[in-house]
């Protein structure tokens, strides 16, 4: 049984499609007073249920409505509850940079740990990350779809794949392989939620094609700052951007205008506000999705799908 919070309508719609199954009936609202209230409105007693819901912003309201159907579907009797999370919010909170701050990464796997059974999500903001989580996790990665999408010529004459900071090395590395492109490396540091600063770039850049990956773009200041430092590095103002998961929070649609980037691939694993101009091309990850839910409902095998380390 299927069942979509309300964070993502159009995915929930898809993955129900590409899944051969209905999405459940939902009651979601809010008291006067601000606290959500969830009912299910189908019978799951004995059912294997599916609880969509990328905890993309407002990630507190998207997680506890999460949370909110895990409940409502132990208390009417389901079998078993897996949660697909497509997005997971607070995962850059994996560490603590300074005394007396919280781990928010660790919050969140506790509370989605206290209610579900099994976790699936795409392109966690590090692997590592299933190590904050009591339940398992299924890790897989949206690489496939998005390289398929990407794979034409231009890409692949003379183009370079681009780390735009430290963090998302090993991504760039897997991206590299995939496309056969060497990569290169912005090195980046953040100044504050809103601002970082690259201090240059390692890797040949000079002469080629940018293309930039990461696993998500929020308010486009890191692609922003690799794109000046790539332009200053001597690469083709040609840039293509990569990511899973497009926030674009804040002005980050403004903002990533006025680089004037030739492609933007994402997915569709939030809802985002409409791109203006921007050249956004959207992969669906809900064939991926559905794929995983029809296996783990016949326990079929998942490892061609799953990243590891
Ligand atoms: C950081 O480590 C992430 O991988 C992204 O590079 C970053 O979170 C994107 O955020 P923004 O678009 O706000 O720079």
Do not use: C, W
Request: negative net charge.
């Amino acid at each position: 049984m299927l069942i979509a919070g309300s964070a993502n309508p159009q995915l929930a719609t898809a993955v129900s499609t590409a899944a051969g199954a209905p999405l459940a009936r939902t009651a979601i609202h809010r008291f006067p007073d601000g606290e959500l209230h969830v009912a299910l409105g189908d019978s799951v007693r004995g059912q294997d249920v599916y609880l969509l819901q990328p905890t993309s912003p407002p990630v507190e309201t998207h997680a506890f409505e999460l949370m909110l159907l895990a409940d409502a579907a132990r208390r009417a009797g389901a079998a078993r509850i897996t949660g697909i999370v497509p997005y997971l919010g607070y995962a850059r909170q994996d560490r603590r940079a300074g005394g007396r701050e919280a781990l928010g990464a660790r919050v969140m796997a506790d509370l989605l740990g206290s209610g579900l059974e099994r976790v699936v999500a795409v392109d966690l903001h590090m692997p590592a990350l299933e190590g904050f989580f009591s339940v398992p996790i299924e890790h897989l990665t949206a690489l496939g779809v998005l390289v398929e999408r990407l794979a034409l010529p231009e890409v692949n004459e003379r183009g370079v794949v681009v780390a735009p900071d430290l963090g998302a090395a090993r991504l760039a590395d897997r991206y590299a392989r995939a496309l056969e492109l060497p990569v290169a490396m912005v090195l980046k540091t953040r100044l504050g939620g809103t601002e970082v600063v690259a201090r240059g770039v390692t890797g040949d850049v000079r002469g080629r094609v940018p293309v930039i990956v990461d696993d998500m773009i929020s308010t486009g200041a890191t692609v922003a700052a690799a794109v000046a430092a790539l332009l200053d590095a001597g690469a083709l103002p040609d840039v293509t951007v990569v990511a899973t998961h497009a926030l674009l929070v804040q002005d980050a649609i403004q903002r990533l205008e006025r680089l004037g980037l030739r492609r933007l691939v994402v997915t569709d694993s939030v809802q985002f506000a409409t791109p203006g101009a921007l050249p956004v091309e959207v992969v669906s990850i809900a064939p991926l999705l559905a794929d995983v839910i029809n296996r783990l409902h016949r326990d079929r095998s998942l490892a061609d799908l799953l990243v590891h380390g």
